[in-house]
């Protein structure tokens, strides 16, 4: 892709999740079936939370912050006290004030956003809810401020395909992560071709639906940035039901878990 693409498609992203971090709103939905796509004309007041999270993890958090992912890459995790833990596209927070549950006072954890307005709303959510072993840095995920081998686990949620780049995605995951660290994220994939106008189109990217590439795909730049073993732990989407945006092939949910070597 070129790098005009690129920054088009980043300029796309960032103007709507700048908006709903202005509405405190949802625009994703976990594919259930063979859901629509992410987008949809109607932007009222919809969080994924209680769909993706238990009510025990829900009411560990004293506010209300709608999810805007497809997964619940903190189950996937399975973090432990004092582990240092890195959120790629943190948004309002949500995943990161679970992960400081779970990493306690000795652990830490770091959300990434490129974001400003979501940057903004989940500081103000960390200070309502005076959580204090969590950070919010602005910046991309294909050229993290962050150092290396520096982090335990790297989660993300439904962020990574509306990357250009996943290639740089995975390779500074890579390097951030100490040696045996782990990479849980939940995403977006297809199983088949996506049209080429649901590609080109910027909406579509923004939506979380023109980035995500095949599966297979998806593990392969995985295992070439250096990771061991990647593997999908949890699916959601049946290919067998039809497809998104008029296509032949479906948008699902995945949960892909892989590690550094040591």
């Not at 908006?19 to 063979?34: G, K, L, R, Y």
Request: with cysteine; hydrophobic share 35%.
């Amino acid at each position: 892709m070129d790098d005009k693409k690129g920054k088009q498609i980043k300029a796309t992203v960032r103007e709507l999740y700048g908006q709903i971090a202005a509405q405190h709103t949802s625009c994703c939905q976990p594919p259930e079936d063979n859901s629509s796509c992410c987008c949809s004309d109607d932007t009222e007041d919809i969080s994924n939370a209680a769909l993706l999270y238990s009510r025990e993890e829900l009411a560990a958090i004293s506010t209300d912050i709608p999810s805007l992912g497809c997964g619940n890459p903190i189950a996937l995790s399975e973090l432990k006290a004092g582990e240092v833990v890195l959120d790629l596209g943190s948004g309002g927070g949500l995943d990161c004030f679970l992960a400081a549950k779970n990493v306690g006072p000795k652990g830490r954890v770091i959300g990434l956003d490129m974001t400003p307005e979501m940057i903004k709303l989940a500081r103000m959510n960390a200070d309502k809810m005076g959580v204090k072993n969590v950070e919010f840095r602005p910046g991309e995920m294909e050229k993290m401020p962050i150092d290396s081998e520096s982090v335990d686990v790297i989660i993300s949620n439904c962020v990574i395909n509306l990357s250009p780049d996943k290639d740089a995605v995975f390779k500074e995951a890579f390097r951030v992560l100490k040696p045996g660290g782990r990479l849980c994220v939940s995403d977006m994939v297809t199983h088949g071709e996506l049209p080429e106008s649901v590609r080109q189109d910027l909406s579509q990217w923004a939506c979380c639906v023109g980035g995500a590439i095949d599966e297979k795909a998806y593990l392969q730049k995985i295992r070439d940035a250096g990771f061991n073993k990647p593997q999908v732990v949890q699916i959601k989407g049946d290919s067998s039901k039809g497809g998104c945006c008029g296509s032949t092939s479906i948008i699902a949910s995945v949960a892909v878990k892989a590690f550094k070597p040591k």
